[in-house]
Nanobody, 115 residues
Framework: VQLVESGGGSVQAGSSLRLSCEAS????????MRWYRQAPGKQRESVAS????????NYADSVKGRFTISRDNAKNTMYLQMNSLKPEDTAVYYC?????????WGQGTQVTVSS
């Protein structure tokens, strides 16, 4: 299983970024996928999740209304559209999925938002 995130960068507050997570080695279209983030000195936290069909999504309160999770099962890829970015969104963003026994993680992509 391989999860590869991309799309991070350094932006100013109020800007937008779109993260991608390309998956291989798993039955992507059958899996719930998740985005997490970890800021310096803080615990990793859940950002958003999306079910296998894309019809059910959930968000952390801190990103509701600003972030949108989506997926393209034909491309084995999940996305996180991040709008109105704030300095407190600065973190390494990880995509993740699980078989139930094993959790899989990507290497992460850095998002830095300056004020």
């Amino acid at each position: 299983v391989q999860l590869v995130e991309s799309g991070g960068g350094s932006v100013q507050a109020g800007s937008s970024l779109r993260l991608s997570c390309e998956a291989s080695g798993i039955a992507f279209s059958l899996k719930t996928m998740r985005w997490y983030r970890q800021a310096p000195g803080k615990q990793r936290e859940s950002v958003a999740s999306i079910n296998s069909s894309g019809g059910i999504t959930n968000y952390a309160d801190s990103v509701k209304g600003r972030f949108t999770i989506s997926r393209d099962n034909a491309k084995n890829t999940m996305y996180l559209q991040m709008n109105s970015l704030k300095p407190e969104d600065t973190a390494v963003y990880y995509c993740s999925t699980s078989t139930g026994r094993i959790d899989y993680w990507g290497q992460g992509t850095q998002v830095t938002v300056s004020s």
